[in-house]
């Protein structure tokens, strides 16, 4: 009964979280998205359900607050079959880790609206150590951050049972995000 709640709860979360500061995510033009390869082929994927919370001044990043929580049940790779697979147990096993959340830990600013962002990603109960690399730019009073990092999916048990198997599905995945952010001071 309470993994339905959760379950039912989930979107709420995802729209409060962007809702408690004066800097708003702007879902509609923010993404998500995945590459891996399978037998050599890439990938392409995305998630179609994000919430973003955050607390961020360009000249005080050591004072930012940065929260990211995807719902894993909207991963696509844009094929039903392999949709449907990717939120059973062997992959992100949705029923029971219905979210994917990254939180920040330290900001570094690298100069020219570049940031170093580590924080703690966790997925499917494992939780690990990442550096993301941020590009902030601004136009028309909106922030957009934007970054790829990359990821092994068999360390967050991605992909377990004949999954694991490298050579089927690559244990490297690149995540690539925009984030539009409103809301955000002046570079």
């Known amino acids: 009964m309470k993994l339905i709640a959760a379950l039912m709860l989930a979107p709420l979360v995802l729209v409060s979280l962007a809702a408690r500061s004066d800097q708003k995510l702007v879902a509609a033009q923010s993404t998500i998205s995945f590459t891996t390869r399978q037998m050599g082929v890439p990938l392409e994927g995305k998630f179609r359900q994000f919430g973003a919370q955050v607390d961020f001044d360009p000249h005080k990043p050591e004072a930012a607050r940065i929260e990211i929580v995807v719902d894993v049940s909207s991963a696509t790779l844009g094929m039903p079959d392999t949709d449907a697979e990717m939120v059973k147990p062997d992959w ?47 136009s028309a009073g909106n922030t957009v951050a934007a970054g790829t990092f990359s990821l092994k999916r068999l360390d967050y048990k991605i992909g377990e049972g004949d999954w694991k198997d490298t050579s089927l599905v690559a244990d490297p995945v690149q995540v690539t995000f925009k984030l539009l952010l409103s809301g955000v001071g002046p570079l």
Request: net charge positive; hydrophobic share 45%; proline share 6%.
């Open 92 to 138: 992100f096993n949705a029923k029971q880790f219905p979210q994917a959340t990254f939180k920040a830990t330290a900001v570094k600013p690298l100069g020219s609206g570049k940031f170093e962002v580590s924080g703690k990603l966790a997925i499917k109960s494992v939780v690990r150590d990442v550096v993301v690399p941020i590009t902030l730019t601004q």
